[in-house]
């Protein structure tokens, strides 16, 4: 295979660690994804292996179909989901899946989370919604992370009774919204136990998205003074 996806291979093993790191998985559920840019491939994680064993050489490439085209292990069972995604989304280069704790009781009671912090506006642009209840196995997950993202703000969904899927520009992109995903859940959990969380006003919201995705975070590295 190629020198990038053999790069990809190695990226994609990282970020597992990255889901540990968090506290954003159990056992071995969860995975990652990425697109091989100007191909119709994908590397995703080997399905049921521990995370401790994760390694570049493990982890599978599949084409947009799912279908394994290297690797010595099966796929991890949600890559029907990930390689719709992937077709309908060819914006989108990399997929996460968790099941991290606040997120997912979130999911269990089928709502989506409203946008009462400054730091959700900026990631998420908005609520972080809920999708419909789907089965594992096909691409019925697939379809209703597309029908509930397109044309929404937010990288992540709530994908009823199951857990979170997030989506980004790159497999990194992708585990920095489940990672935020995460501390939102809590933090809105945590708000509701207090009491009535206070809404942000939508215009609000959006210069908040907008200053967080177009200013935010180093753009140039200014020179020294002399």
Avoid at 3 to 28: C, F, G, P
Avoid at 143 to 166: C, E, Y
Avoid at 187 to 194: G, K, Q, S, Y
């Amino acid at each position: 295979m190629s020198d990038e996806v053999a790069r990809l291979r190695e990226t994609v093993a990282a970020l597992h660690a990255e889901l540990v790191r968090y506290n954003l998985v159990a056992w071995t559920a969860g995975n990652v994804s990425a697109r091989v840019p100007g191909r119709d491939l994908m590397v995703i994680k080997p399905s049921g292996v521990s995370y401790d064993d994760l390694r570049p050489g493990n982890m599978v490439v599949c084409d947009l179909d799912g279908v394994v085209v290297e690797g010595d292990l099966a796929p991890s069972s949600d890559t029907a989901a990930h390689a719709y995604v992937y077709r309908a989304m060819p914006d989108v280069g990399g997929v996460v899946h968790t099941h991290s704790g606040y997120a997912t009781a979130w999911a269990a009671c089928g709502e989506s989370i409203p946008c009462h912090l400054t730091a959700q506006a900026d990631e998420f642009g908005g609520e972080i919604p809920i999708g419909p209840f789907a089965l594992i196995g096909g691409d019925d997950i697939g379809k209703g992370i597309v029908a509930t993202l397109t044309g929404h703000r937010s990288p992540a969904v709530l994908m009823r009774n199951h857990g979170v899927f997030t989506i980004g520009r790159t497999a990194r992109d992708a585990v920095k919204a489940a990672v935020m995903c995460e501390d939102v859940a809590r933090t809105a959990h945590l708000a509701r136990t207090l009491g009535d969380p206070v809404p942000i006003a939508a215009e609000d919201i959006d210069s908040l998205y907008a200053r967080y995705q177009n200013v935010y975070g180093q753009t140039t590295i200014p020179s020294a003074r002399r």
